[in-house]
């Protein structure tokens, strides 16, 4: 297996290519790793290949926040400079300078 590595990093904040969000990357998967039915419910005209890294993201757009799941091939990087308005990028992150979230050190046993 042909392993890519990621474009984007945790931390940075992008934009989608055709829809109207952005967020900041929290997690990002080698290849896409999710339901079949999800990968399904969309639209096979758009429907992107599944052997590229995809990104788990804290997305807002004009009306809400929520958590999406984007491939690479759809993400543009975000170039206006401003945080991404989710409340739980302090959940994960303790920083936002110069476009960019700094990750929170993880605790561990």
Request: charged share 25%; net charge negative.
């Amino acid at each position: 297996m042909d392993t890519r590595l990621a474009k984007f990093a945790i931390g940075q904040v992008v934009r989608h290519r055709i829809f109207p969000f952005r967020g900041v990357i929290f997690d990002v998967d080698p290849t896409f790793a999710n339901t079949e039915e999800w990968w399904n419910s969309i639209p096979e005209n758009i429907r992107p290949r599944k052997d590229q890294p995809f990104y788990h993201l804290l997305a807002e757009n004009d009306q809400n926040t929520y958590v999406a799941y984007v491939s690479e091939q759809n993400l543009l990087p975000d170039d206006t400079g401003e945080p991404v308005g989710h409340p739980h990028t302090a959940l994960i992150f303790e920083g936002f300078q110069d476009g960019h979230y700094n990750m929170r050190p993880r605790v561990a046993h």
